[in-house]
């Protein structure tokens, strides 16, 4: 079973940059696509970057041109500049799993990691 563990995250006013990190450690025959997710209380999750082998990365409009997704391996990693208030969520780690080729993929979380930012 593939496990998402994240790291990173933290406090920053508003402005800064973060970077928030994901390894994925276990064995599969594909783990793709990978992405982030947020969850701010009271509000659902949603979803900030994803990206597939072969295809451009996808974000949501809030953090177009502001965030940045790249992949090395089994390693996630979104870097995070002009951070603003409304960033502020638990940022969860997303695989797409696949343990064998014959199996339907099945999607793997993280134990997510908080991101603050302060006015």
């Known amino acids: 079973q593939v496990q998402l563990v994240e790291s990173g995250g933290g406090l920053v006013q508003a402005g800064g940059s973060l970077r928030v990190s994901c390894t994925a450690s276990g064995s599969a025959f594909s783990i793709n696509p990978m992405g982030w997710y947020r969850q701010a209380p009271g509000k659902q999750r949603e979803l900030v970057a994803s990206?597939?082998?072969?295809?451009n990365a996808n974000y949501a409009d809030a953090v177009k041109g502001r965030f940045t997704i790249s992949r090395d391996k089994n390693t996630l990693n979104l870097q995070m500049n002009s951070l603003k208030p409304e960033d502020t969520a638990v940022y969860y780690c997303?695989?797409?799993?696949?343990?064998?080729?014959?199996?339907?993929?099945?999607?793997?979380w993280g134990q997510g990691t908080q991101v603050t930012v302060s006015s």
């Open positions: 997303h695989a797409g799993v696949r343990r064998y080729s014959y199996e339907s993929q099945y999607d793997s």
């Open positions: 990206i597939s082998t072969g295809y």
